[in-house]
């Protein structure tokens, strides 16, 4: 071996070393993202709750329970997204997905706790989840989880739309045609003549 090679080789496992160095960082930081994500969802979930609860007490009785409840969630998302500099409709939106993700799905979050799976991998989980009966949700989320916990967003994204069209009762044809059907074009005249 001459000393040009026996040079090389030890270059070669010097970035090696530190190729792997990066990679492992780069990973534990995607872990603790999925941790802190994991968080996030279980706190709007418990904001959305508390609104819920003291949608009563806070909002004044003149308006149906309906929309004092929606007022409080309204009102509970304003402040988060005052304090964040977040738009409302993003708050609302993650609070609808965290709520989904902590009520409909534990063992997906769990999985994001633990970081092994990332935020992506659990929005498009609980986006595909939501089509799914509800007697097929056990089972979809049973089989889906693994491929999240070993795959790309992609791949699991393909995978989960192929088992939620499996595991629903009608066929997309038979759906496409009634949400067909279900279409319609309202006109409303307003007060001041628009519409």
């Known amino acids: 071996m001459t000393e040009t090679t026996s040079a090389a080789i ?6 090696a070393a530190r190729l792997a160095e990066f990679s492992d960082h780069y990973a534990d930081i995607q872990r603790r993202r999925a941790a802190l994500d994991a968080e996030e969802a279980r706190l709007l979930a418990r904001s959305a709750a508390y609104a819920d609860a003291f949608a009563d007490a806070t909002v004044p009785a003149i308006f149906p329970p309906a929309e004092r409840q929606a007022l409080s969630r309204r009102s509970t998302c304003t ?4 304090a964040t500099r977040t738009p409302e409709r993003t708050v609302q939106r993650a ?3 965290a709520e989904r993700l902590v009520n409909d799905a534990p063992a997906v979050l769990e999985s994001l706790e633990a970081g092994r799976i990332s935020a992506r991998h659990a929005q498009t989980i609980i986006d595909q989840l939501s089509d799914v009966p509800t007697a097929g949700r056990a089972g979809f989320l049973a089989e889906v989880l693994p491929v999240a916990e070993e795959s790309t967003n992609a791949i699991l994204r393909r995978r989960a739309r192929v088992l939620r069209e499996r595991l629903h009762p009608e066929s997309i044809t038979a759906r496409a045609v009634r949400s067909e059907a279900d279409r319609r074009v309202e006109f409303k005249p307003a007060a001041d003549g628009m519409a």
């Open 95 to 97: 609070t609808n997905d």
């Open 79 to 82: 402040a988060l997204a005052m």
């Open 10 to 15: 030890r270059v070669g496992d010097e970035c």
